[in-house]
């Protein structure tokens, strides 16, 4: 028999990659749902869902209401749905705070009268990023660090306490009700149609752009970047998994990479001959992010297989294609 899925924000970068593989891999009958506020409504997320015959639900589920056109059993659920990114968070807290709150919240309630098996959460490293610039914890860092608020009042941290509010809600709900949770923090995903508030997709808008000298913010910042192929073979494996039932899993490459690394490798796809320099970043950006990927290994038998350079490449040529066809930036974007 297969498995009823539900991803919620399954139109989303990740959740639209994870309903691909899941739609073309495996025997699962499927339901999207999302209310498409990052307009990421496009040919290839319509012609997905018509060929595999997903089941689409358009609602803003930061609603109440909105949990009433979901079935009341499933056997798994991908809760991807989020208000993402630093600049979201920056230019509107109040929005993140009652997005993710009410997403977090309402799932939970209607887990509560409905019979669902097993709920993957999306989670994040921004949860811990303040524990080790603050308290000089191990890099790479293990899942069971301490998460941290650097500063309560800054409204870039909205989006971690949001995601810290998720990781207890998720794992002290399915303890109560019964039903089955795994966590999982990504590091930087990445990959084509991954949206427009990213650090590569900023990089490559500002080299077509002809930037020169061409800054590069906080150059020597490093981070763990995920191809989205990866990524999603993590996801799906945390949720099939035996045995990792309130396990919480750092899903990432292992890689360290600088900012520079990044910037000159896709300044060189790009064939930029120009000069660079070095500039500061966003207050609060953490200074090193690498997670300790040993326990997604052992449990999950995990490993990141593509190269960054290889997902980099794979990246840069999707958003040339995307603005030599004449596409413009379809939301409202900030630069850092
Ligand atoms: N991409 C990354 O590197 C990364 C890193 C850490 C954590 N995450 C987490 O993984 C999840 C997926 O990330 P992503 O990069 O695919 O983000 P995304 O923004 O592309 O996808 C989120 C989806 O949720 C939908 N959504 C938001 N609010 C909604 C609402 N009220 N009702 C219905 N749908 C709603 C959006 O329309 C979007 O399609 C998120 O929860 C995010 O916090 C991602």
């Known amino acids: 028999m297969s498995k009823k899925v539900l991803i919620l924000g399954g139109a989303g970068f990740i959740g639209f990659n994870v309903a691909k593989y899941l739609a073309k891999n495996r025997d699962y009958q499927l339901t999207i749902a999302d209310n498409f506020m990052k307009k990421n409504r496009d040919a290839e997320f319509d012609s997905l ?3 595999y015959n997903i089941h689409l639900i358009e609602a803003d589920f930061s609603q109440a209401e909105a949990y009433d056109l979901l079935d009341n059993a499933y056997d798994q659920v991908y809760m991807m749905a989020a208000l993402v990114g630093v600049d979201n968070a ?3 807290p109040h929005e993140v705070i009652r997005i993710n709150t009410a997403l977090t919240l309402f799932t939970l309630e209607w887990i509560r009268r ?8 999306a989670s994040t490293s921004e949860n811990y990023a303040g524990t080790v610039d603050t308290f000089g914890y191990a890099i790479p860092t293990p899942e069971e660090v301490p998460l941290t608020i650097k500063d309560i009042a800054h409204p870039r941290f909205t989006y971690a306490v949001t ?5 207890s809600g998720f794992l002290n709900y399915a303890k109560m009700l019964g039903f089955e949770t795994t966590i999982i923090r990504y590091h930087n995903v990445f990959g084509p149609r991954m949206g427009f508030n990213h650090v590569i997709p900023h990089l490559v808008i500002r080299f077509r752009n002809g930037e020169n000298p061409y800054k590069i913010y906080g150059h020597d910042q490093t981070r763990d970047f995920c191809y989205i192929t990866d990524a999603v073979e993590g996801t799906v494996l945390s949720m099939e998994t035996a ?3 309130g396990q919480i899993y750092h899903l990432g490459t292992g890689v360290e990479i600088t900012i520079e690394e990044l910037t000159r490798a896709t300044g060189e796809m790009m064939g930029f ?3 660079y320099t070095n500039a500061p970043t966003y207050p609060g950006s953490v200074s090193r992010r690498s997670p300790d990927i040993t326990k997604s290994k052992k449990d999950l038998n995990f490993t990141a297989k593509v190269n960054w350079k290889d997902g980099l490449k794979e990246t840069v040529e999707w958003y040339n294609a995307y603005f030599d066809a004449g596409k413009t930036v ?3 974007i900030v630069f850092q």
């Open 49 to 51: 869902v018509k060929d």
């Open 90 to 92: 920056n230019s509107m």
């Open 114 to 121: 409905s019979k669902i098996g097993k709920v993957v959460f």
């Open 163 to 167: 995601k810290i509010l998720g990781e």
């Open 243 to 245: 045995g990792t039932n």
């Open 273 to 275: 001959a120009g000069e």
């Open 330 to 332: 379809p939301h409202q």
